[in-house]
């Protein structure tokens, strides 16, 4: 079988500042990493390959040349294959624009994918529309937040998808895409053999021309949305503070301000 994970280099937000001028993120100097929530899905397929012998992952990416480090770390964790979609045709793709490419460097594999993994968003877009996007792009069933996946029969998976207050099972045929939540796993580690490996590697560039992406579909020009503008919230004042009232009067006082609110 073969299982293809997309995986995105984003920024570590958790280092990223605000430039409080511009409110824009200040990237310069901010390490960059694999998207934490594309570390599960790559682990949920490599589980797979494991379980079911004669499997194949490969790695898909777009982005910067310096995005073949993400695609590396991919590889010393146990991957088998990578394509880095690197051109400037596709800067300033929307998220519409962005499936579209990846739906192409999907098709353009010479193994066609059986289950597309996805993060469950990225941290730095954080739109979670990539992975159904692409599903979209290419017709197949998209299911999202699973927090488990196994191939249940020839042609089939077998998922586990998550809502808010509760969780369902789910078969779908293959091929299909799927959406991969924090909870499904812990991440492996990269082995000392894979990181060999991985250092060794010439990551090839692939072209918006090899995939045969149509130009009036990607890149900032083919991008339907627009960001108009990006600002920081205000920041929360903590509201109103009642003090001396008896319990009677604070529970009476708090439900006319819910009923005021239309909150119940
Ligand atoms: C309205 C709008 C306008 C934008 N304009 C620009 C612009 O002008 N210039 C610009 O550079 N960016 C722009 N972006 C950002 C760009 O579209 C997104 O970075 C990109 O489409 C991914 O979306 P996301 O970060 O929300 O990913 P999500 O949809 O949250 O990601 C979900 C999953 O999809 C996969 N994925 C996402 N992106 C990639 C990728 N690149 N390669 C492989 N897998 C991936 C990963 O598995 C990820 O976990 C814009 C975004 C929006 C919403």
């Known amino acids: 079988m073969h ?15 605000i430039d409080p001028e511009t409110n824009t993120l200040v990237r310069a100097g901010v390490e960059s990493i694999v998207n934490p929530f594309d570390e599960n899905a790559l682990e949920m397929a490599l589980v797979l390959k494991e379980q079911n012998p004669g499997s194949k992952v490969t790695a898909v990416c777009m ?35 962005t499936s579209y490419a990846i739906a192409q460097a999907v098709k353009s594999l010479p193994e066609p994918a059986d289950l597309l993994l996805f993060g469950k968003q990225a941290i730095d877009g954080d739109t979670a529309q990539v992975g159904p996007g692409v599903a979209e792009h290419l017709g197949l069933p998209c299911i999202t937040f699973v927090r488990a996946a196994k191939i249940a029969e020839p042609g089939r998976i077998a998922l586990e998808r998550v809502w808010e207050d509760g969780w369902e ?96």
């Open 3 to 17: 299982f293809v994970v997309c995986i995105k280099q984003v920024p570590n937000t958790t280092k990223v500042r």
């Open 63 to 97: 982005g910067p040349p310096q995005a073949a480090d993400a695609l590396k770390e991919c590889v010393a964790r146990g991957v088998d294959d990578v394509i880095l979609l690197c051109d400037r045709a596709v800067a300033g793709s929307d998220t519409w624009a």
């Open 169 to 264: 099972e789910i078969v779908s045929p293959l091929p299909a895409a799927v959406t991969v939540l924090k909870e499904a796993n812990v991440p492996r580690l990269p082995s000392l053999r894979g990181k060999m490996a991985a250092k060794k590697l010439q990551i090839p560039l692939t072209t918006a021309e090899a995939i045969h992406a149509d130009p009036a579909k990607i890149g900032l020009k083919a991008s339907p949305t627009r960001v108009v503008r990006i600002f920081s919230p205000p920041q929360k004042t903590g509201g109103e503070k009642w003090t001396g009232l008896s319990g009677e009067e604070a529970g009476t006082k708090l439900a006319a301000a819910l009923q005021d609110r239309k909150i119940i």
